[in-house]
């Protein structure tokens, strides 16, 4: 029988998105502009292989252009500080739900970082996307290194690695400094064991650095983390383990020659900075890097004033 703090933990979670939905509802019907004065908040496009992928497209359309890709188990929601904050700033602010995750369906193949990028490709051609820039955060990194890599710079003026995971998280002999294997096979061990407490653990503990020592957690913080992670498809997120751990961006980022930031919390305990930012921005042709001091892995919510602004500051430099 569930105990009464899961009843009341799965109450609050339902009550939140009920309330959210009936608070978009609200914004679509009072605030979408008159027709012809702007474009779409939101939408969806399929790509060349069949899956359907959701993105939001925020923001005036005049705007000069940023786009975002998140981070795993979650989806474009996980950027919508940064997005608000731009925005109001007058950007055009991008961000979708990548294969399997959110709002996109959930396909059984194709769960691996050159579909990550071809999706990004076919969105910012269909967005007809221009002198761009564009971010990665965690997972997210990667696909941003994939796609420079793979297709070019010709949309991106400028680009970030935002607690990422390139060039390798894995440890190898190559990569003494990454991750044994063994820690991978844990998080797929605990997606197949029980994929909700694997999530609800993460997201308490390392993820924004709760478990640390004085820490004061939000437990709002928590539950939208969980919330965002239950909403991808079991599959594509046990398969995104594979792709953010072992693909190796060394080769893509040795491409990549527009300018970079790269910014990473040296306290991380999902992404350690050594072998993923320090290593990235010796790779890098053009890198700057920013590091801040304590923050953890999560820092687009836990530092999210101080991101807003190195973000706006990267763009107009």
């Not at 509802?25 to 969806?44: C, L, N, V």
């Not at 969105?123 to 990665?136: C, E, S």
């Amino acid at each position: 029988m569930p105990s009464p703090i899961s009843n009341r933990r799965r109450n609050v979670l339902l009550g939140a998105a009920t309330a959210a939905v009936a608070a978009g509802a609200s914004f679509s019907a009072e605030a979408a502009p008159a027709k012809g004065a702007a474009g779409r908040t939101s939408g969806t496009f399929t790509t060349r292989d069949g899956v359907e992928i959701y993105y939001k497209d925020w923001g005036p359309r005049n705007g000069p252009v940023v786009v975002f890709s998140h981070g795993w188990p979650l989806n474009s929601d996980s950027w919508e500080s940064q997005m608000l904050f731009l925005s109001e700033r007058g950007f055009r602010t991008i961000a979708h739900d990548r294969r399997g995750h959110g709002r996109s369906s959930q396909p059984w193949d194709g769960n691996d970082m050159d579909h990550y990028a071809d999706d990004l490709a076919q969105l910012l051609d269909k967005l007809d996307v221009k002198n761009a820039a564009l971010f990665g955060f965690s997972t997210g990194g990667g696909e941003v290194a994939r796609y420079l890599a793979r297709h070019g710079s010709k949309r991106v003026a400028k680009a970030g690695l935002i607690s990422a995971v390139p060039p390798l998280m894995l440890k190898t002999a190559a990569n003494p400094g990454g991750l044994p294997i063994e820690v991978f096979d844990g998080i797929r061990a605990g997606s197949l064991k029980d994929r909700s407490q694997l999530y609800l653990d993460i997201a308490s503990g390392p993820f924004f650095n709760f478990n640390r020592p004085g820490a004061k957690p939000s437990q709002g913080m928590i539950n939208a983390w969980w919330m965002a992670g239950m909403m991808a498809g079991h599959k594509n997120t046990y398969d995104c383990i594979k792709a953010f751990s072992e693909t190796d961006f060394t080769a893509d980022l040795k491409k990549i020659e527009i300018p970079m930031l790269v910014l990473h919390g040296d306290d991380d305990q999902i992404v350690p900075i050594g072998a993923s930012a320090h290593a990235a921005a010796k790779l890098l042709k053009n890198a700057k890097l920013v590091v801040y001091p304590g923050a953890p892995h999560g820092l687009t919510d836990t530092h999210k004033d101080k991101l807003n602004a190195d973000l706006l500051a990267f763009i107009k430099g």
